[in-house]
């Protein structure tokens, strides 16, 4: 069962009133929950409350908690992800898997070769916060990314905020994660940014800006990945090399 995020000010001598409207629909008609039902709920700190559901209207349900305790279920690196915004289904599939990877901040950027506008961007960002809100509720994560579509390629890879930048490219064939980590630390702190293209690929100038500011590219393998796919692998890859698997 997915957790429903909740404000701490919720909580009042060990009793917690959901009364967001969402949350209500969903837990009461969505999931059909019944009362003396156990459902969780998280706050911003992070903190999960599992609660019994003690009475169930249609502006309000009644909870006890149980128990309480703080999620694990958070990365503990600051992963951001920026690609090539892709046409509508392949950008929500991109958004939902970037955010049930962990990453903690989303930017669908336009590049030379988008096929998207910027003013199209800009009027679906809502739909993006809702999807990646539904996907954190769905797998228990225990924090919403940031989507943010005002940024360009161009000044992400210069931003001096980011300690290390990771360009994946279908042009690289050689350089892998694996030959990085042997030269190369990365801290827990550290502000990680992975850079994936559109389907048509980084531009020429794109390819040259990046060897000006010499950030490294990366293969993803011999075959030639769409981008949702390669947006996904690049995620994977890198959290499997800095051993968040275990």
Same mark, same amino acid.
């Given at each position: 069962?997915?957790?429903?995020?909740?404000?701490?000010?919720?909580?009042?001598?060990? $009793?917690?009133?959901?009364?967001?409207?969402?949350?209500?629909?969903? =837990?009461?008609?969505?999931?059909?929950?019944?009362?003396? #039902?156990?459902?969780?709920?998280?706050?911003?700190?992070?903190?999960?409350?599992?609660?019994?559901?003690?009475?169930?209207?249609?502006?309000?349900?009644? /909870?006890?908690?149980?128990? &309480? %305790?703080?999620?694990?279920?958070?990365?503990?690196?600051?992963? &951001?992800?920026?690609?090539?915004?892709?046409?509508? +289904?392949?950008?929500?599939?991109?958004?939902?898997? *970037?955010?049930?990877?962990?990453? &903690? /901040?989303?930017?669908?950027?336009?590049?030379?070769?988008?096929?998207?506008?910027?003013?199209?961007?800009? $009027?679906?960002?809502? $739909?993006?916060?809702?999807?990646?809100?539904? *996907?954190?509720?769905?797998?228990?994560? *225990?924090?919403?990314?940031?989507? =943010?579509?005002?940024?360009?390629?161009?000044?992400?890879?210069?931003?001096? &905020?980011?300690?290390?930048?990771?360009?994946?490219?279908?042009?690289?064939?050689?350089?892998?994660?694996?030959? %990085?980590?042997? #030269?190369?630390?990365?801290?827990?702190? +550290?502000? =990680?940014?992975?850079?994936?293209?559109?389907?048509?690929?980084?531009?020429?100038?794109?390819?040259?800006?990046?060897?000006?500011?010499?950030?490294?590219?990366? /293969?993803?393998?011999?075959?030639?990945?769409?981008?949702? /796919?390669?947006?996904?692998?690049?995620?994977?890859?890198?959290?499997?090399?800095?051993?968040?698997?275990?």
């Amino acid at each position: 069962m997915p957790h429903f995020f909740i404000s701490s000010k919720s909580l009042k001598h060990n $009793k917690i009133n959901i009364v967001d409207e969402n949350n209500i629909f969903h =837990i009461a008609i969505t999931l059909r929950c019944k009362v003396n #039902e156990i459902i969780k709920l998280i706050d911003e700190n992070h903190v999960v409350y599992e609660v019994n559901i003690d009475n169930i209207s249609k502006k309000i349900i009644e /909870t006890t908690v149980l128990k &309480s %305790y703080k999620s694990k279920r958070i990365s503990p690196y600051n992963i &951001s992800l920026a690609h090539g915004v892709l046409n509508s +289904d392949d950008e929500y599939d991109v958004i939902k898997m *970037a955010t049930e990877l962990g990453i &903690s /901040t989303i930017y669908p950027i336009v590049t030379d070769n988008s096929s998207v506008k910027k003013d199209i961007v800009l $009027k679906k960002i809502s $739909k993006f916060e809702k999807i990646a809100y539904e *996907a954190a509720k769905q797998c228990e994560r *225990a924090n919403i990314p940031n989507i =943010i579509a005002k940024r360009t390629l161009d000044d992400l890879v210069c931003d001096k &905020s980011f300690d290390k930048v990771f360009i994946f490219s279908e042009i690289e064939e050689k350089y892998t994660l694996k030959d %990085y980590f042997k #030269e190369n630390i990365i801290n827990k702190n +550290d502000n =990680i940014l992975i850079v994936i293209g559109p389907e048509g690929g980084f531009s020429k100038r794109e390819f040259e800006m990046f060897k000006q500011f010499k950030l490294p590219q990366f /293969t993803l393998g011999n075959l030639i990945l769409k981008a949702p /796919t390669a947006c996904v692998a690049s995620i994977s890859n890198l959290l499997y090399a800095l051993n968040w698997y275990g």
